[in-house]
């Protein structure tokens, strides 16, 4: 089967379902969305490592890919291979250089990882099919999309940039990384 690649779109809290989030991957160069339902947990690791903010302890996508490197293994490719039951299954593709082996993972923690090992995200054309959302806009997806959280409206607009920055450093100080990924964006789309 052939492989289709896909970046992260974004990621916003999910009206559907209470605690979670959606992440939006796109199909490079195409008009295809493919929104997955993630937990609390890793929408924070998939924030924090696009907005490159290092926790004051590693998260446990961190230490995966701490213990992988001591290891000589790397993740070269995930593949979201199937759609069964409204659920995303996802493959991590690893090799310690002589053997290659595709091991099961949960499809937010296959993109958790594969951002860490800055390895692509595949699917199959099947799972596409069958979860895909078509663009309905002018432009298909570009090819050189960038991984982009977005932002809500939120409390941090009226604030001035070294409250923002003040409130930053208590935020990664508590380990509130939900909270310091929303001031980081509204940081950034002041820039």
């Known amino acids: 089967m052939q492989k289709i690649e896909l970046k992260i779109q974004g ?10 989030y959606a992440l939006i991957m796109v199909e490079k160069g195409g008009r295809r969305r493919l929104p997955i339902v993630i937990g609390h947990f890793e929408a924070q690791s998939i924030a ?8 004051a302890r590693p998260l446990t996508h961190d ?7 001591s290891f000589s293994i790397t993740i070269t490719e995930v ?4 759609f069964q039951d409204g ?5 991590l593709v690893c090799t310690d250089g002589m053997e290659t082996r595709e091991i099961d993972s949960r499809t937010s923690d296959a993109v958790a990882l594969a951002i860490r ?7 199959y054309e099947s799972v596409l099919q069958e979860a ?7 432009e298909p997806a570009n090819e050189d999309t960038e991984d982009i959280i977005g932002s809500p409206d939120n409390e941090f607009g009226s604030m001035a940039d070294d409250e923002l920055q003040e409130e930053l450093m208590k935020a990664v100080e508590n380990e509130d990384y939900e909270r310091a990924s929303l001031i980081r964006d509204e940081i950034n789309k002041r820039k």
């Open 11 to 20: 990621i916003s809290y999910s009206q559907a379902q209470a605690n979670s």
């Open 48 to 55: 924090l490592e696009i907005e490159k903010m290092k926790p």
């Open 63 to 69: 230490l995966f890919k701490t213990f992988a490197d």
């Open 79 to 82: 593949i979201i291979n199937k």
């Open 87 to 91: 659920i995303f299954f996802a493959q």
């Open 117 to 123: 090992f800055r390895c692509p995200v595949y699917t």
């Open 132 to 138: 895909g959302i078509e663009y309905e806009g002018d």
